[in-house]
């Protein structure tokens, strides 16, 4: 069994930044991607940032060059940088990491379970 847990959500002024963590514990042979995706109120989960095991990264075009996604491999937790933030972040935001456990034949995804975000002066 593999649980992820978030930390790090509050609420921030216009401009300010958080710095979201999600750390995987259990039984891990090894984590492939690691990501964060948001639900703004009334909207779908979408996307936010993921990061591959080769380093690779994806943002979505709404945060380019605000957000940061990073990870400690040695401490199984990934992070998210979110610097310039504005009302529309606004959102529940999950981690997701796809793990391959030793009973398990193939990678699995897991979520955590979410922490707000709110953008508010």
């Known amino acids: 069994q593999v649980q992820l847990v978030e930390s790090g959500g509050g609420l921030v002024q216009p401009g300010g930044s958080l710095r979201l963590s999600c750390a995987a514990s259990?039984?891990?042979?090894?984590?492939?991607?690691m990501g964060w995706y948001r639900r703004a109120p009334g909207k779908s989960r979408l996307l936010v940032a993921l990061?591959?095991?080769?380093?690779?990264?994806n943002y979505a075009g709404s945060v380019k060059g605000r957000f940061t996604i990073s990870r400690d491999n040695a401490k199984n937790t990934v992070y998210l940088q979110m610097n310039s933030l504005k009302p529309e972040d606004t959102a529940i935001y999950y981690c997701?990491?796809?793990?391959?456990?030793?009973?398990?034949?193939?990678?699995?995804?897991?979520w955590g379970q979410g922490t707000q975000v709110t953008v508010s002066s």
């Open positions: 997701k990491m796809v793990v391959l456990t030793p009973i398990q034949p193939a990678p699995y995804e897991y």
């Open positions: 990061l591959d095991s080769e380093g690779l990264t």
């Open positions: 259990g039984s891990i042979f090894s984590i492939n991607s």
